[in-house]
């Protein structure tokens, strides 16, 4: 069975506790086709809400589905890995293989058993990485840049319609977040992409909604332009710095720009997504010590 909406994802209620750590704590969301941003803080649960989403972690309660399939049964399982494609953290490269035999490993997994035609399809991905140059590179001899796109190649094979990437933009260069936001949008046309980031301003050009996570729970859902909007009225620029901000710095112009509750007639800025974001995540922490 699939739903007849565009919902591709969807989690109610799901809770997981590692020993006396609640990594999740009570969160529901649902994806749809385009880019959704994961945002939270170190430690927040964004790895590990999206393994929960990648069938790798079973939550101790709640309920996960994906296409319509109940991701918490076997063959639902099974039915959800058939259409994922998942980016972790560590993707447990062996250095000693090349960039296609890591992909080609990956594909066999992924149960392409035809020999050519998996090879075509390992051609394909690592084609649309920009990767068919350096197929034949050992892992070790690449950058770490060049490793998060074979990475990123063996999560597209089999043209999945989910697509789960963590932090698939750590440490690389300007240039290289580029061409992977690029890829990011295309990819997002017609599938669902859940990213989890750092990267605020990936999030503003990339993602069509956006999720922020804190202490296990869901913060904000919504578009990026509401998450810059939650700092409505709480951006100033001033001569000197202000006690009692949230966040204050010295711009590059001598004046400083300030997050926080602006005294009376404050010269007040535009928010971007990063104020918004610090405005939920940081009151949080000041309001509501544990
Ligand atoms: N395997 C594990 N065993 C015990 N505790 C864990 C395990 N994995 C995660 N945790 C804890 O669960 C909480 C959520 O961790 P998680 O890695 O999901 O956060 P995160 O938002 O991805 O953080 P980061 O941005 O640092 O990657 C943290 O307190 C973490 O220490």
Not at 17 to 23: L, P
Not at 229 to 255: D, M
Request: glycine content about 12%; some cysteine.
């Amino acid at each position: 069975m699939t739903l007849a909406t565009d919902t591709a994802v969807r989690a109610d209620g799901v809770v997981l506790r590692y020993g006396r750590t609640t990594a999740l704590d009570g969160v529901s969301l649902s994806l749809g086709t385009g880019v959704t941003g994961l945002l939270g803080p170190n430690g927040a649960g964004k790895t590990t809400l999206l393994r929960v989403i990648a069938t790798a972690v079973r939550p101790d309660s709640g309920t996960v589905s994906a296409f319509g399939h109940d991701a918490l049964t076997g063959p639902g399982r099974l039915a959800v890995r058939r259409r994922l494609g998942y980016l972790p953290q560590d993707p447990g490269f062996h250095p000693s293989f090349t960039a296609f035999e890591f992909v080609d490993y990956v594909a066999i997994l992924k149960e392409l058993t035809v020999r050519s035609a998996r090879h075509a399809e390992v051609r394909r991905v690592l084609a649309q990485v920009g990767l068919d140059e350096q197929r034949g590179k050992r892992i070790r001899a690449l950058s770490g840049g060049m490793r998060q796109r074979v990475a990123l190649a063996a999560a597209l094979v089999g043209d999945p319609a989910l697509l789960i990437l963590d932090e698939p933009t750590v440490g690389l260069d300007p240039e290289q977040r580029m061409r992977f936001r690029e890829l990011f949008a295309d990819l997002g046309e017609d599938r669902a992409v859940l990213l989890s980031t750092h990267q605020t301003e990936d999030v503003m050009s990339l993602c069509r909604t956006v999720v922020v996570l804190d202490e296990g729970r869901v913060r904000f859902d919504g578009t990026p332009v509401e998450l810059a909007a939650q700092a409505a009225g709480r951006v100033w620029t001033s001569e000197t710095r202000a006690t009692g901000a949230l966040a204050s710095w010295r711009t590059g112009t001598g004046s400083y720009r300030q997050v926080g509750d602006p005294p009376l007639g404050a010269d007040l800025l535009e928010p971007t997504i990063e104020d918004g974001y610090l405005t939920l995540v940081g009151l949080r922490a000041t309001e509501d010590p544990r």
